[in-house]
């Protein structure tokens, strides 16, 4: 089970002719792709509720809401899925997109609730040691770059936390997420979507800590 190459084919043509009439003569192509697509995100499925309780495998429409986008380019030239872990206890989720020239997997927290937010940024300032034992872990390194991702930043520490906390990085981010890039080559090999568990598996020390955090008050005290 791998993608295709005819996948990335129709993919790139996409890219170069993103318009409805190009996409209508070409449907039953889109639909052989689509098709590839989903038995390799199903497979990454089976795989990952191997090491891990997965509620919900979810794979994109391919059509854009240009409603409110100056963007009027009617569909998105990538095949991409999301897998939701199980329950109140269990969270963060994974995401990978499969996009000739740029595509990722990624997982995480990209935009915390308000009260999620808080509750992490509570628990950089108090003993921010865990998380940074996990960014420089040898496997988080190895798949991560030992970093987090974030939507976005503030300049400073938020309102009501130290502006010299020592860990003021960790503090100004509005999203903690896990993201790595594949080559077009690395999509296509044979061993991907065993390249894509290992990836994932080496997210969930930090899967494993954030859901302890967000159902936790600082007192280490159950709140679900």
């Known amino acids: 089970m791998q993608f295709e190459e005819s996948t990335f084919q129709f993919l790139n043509n996409l890219q170069k002719n993103n318009d409805r009439d190009w996409f209508a003569d070409e449907k039953e192509t889109y639909l052989i792709a689509q098709k590839n697509a989903k038995e ?7 795989n990952l509720q191997i090491h891990d309780e997965i509620e919900k495998s979810k794979m994109m429409r391919i059509y854009r809401d240009v409603r409110f986008s100056n963007d009027k380019t009617p569909y998105k030239a990538h095949f991409a899925n999301s897998y939701s872990r199980l329950g109140k206890e269990l969270r963060g989720g994974y995401f990978l997109r499969i996009r ?20 992490i940024r509570k628990e950089i300032a108090q003993d921010a040691s865990e998380i940074r034992a996990i960014l420089e872990s040898k496997e988080y390194k190895k798949h991560f770059g030992g970093q987090f991702e974030s939507f976005s930043e503030l300049k400073t520490a938020p309102r009501g936390f130290d502006k010299e906390h020592p860990d003021v990085d960790l503090l100004r981010k509005k999203g903690f997420i896990a993201s790595k890039s594949f080559t077009d080559e690395q999509v296509l090999s044979e061993n991907f979507i065993e390249e894509v568990g290992e990836s994932y598996k080496a997210m969930r020390p930090f899967f494993n800590l954030f859901s302890d955090i967000l159902t936790t008050n600082l007192n280490g005290e159950s709140v679900v």
């Open 40 to 46: 390799v995100f199903a497979e990454i499925y089976k």
């Open 100 to 119: 000739p020239g740029a595509s990722f997997l990624a997982g995480g927290f990209w935009e915390p609730t308000k009260d999620d937010l808080f509750r």
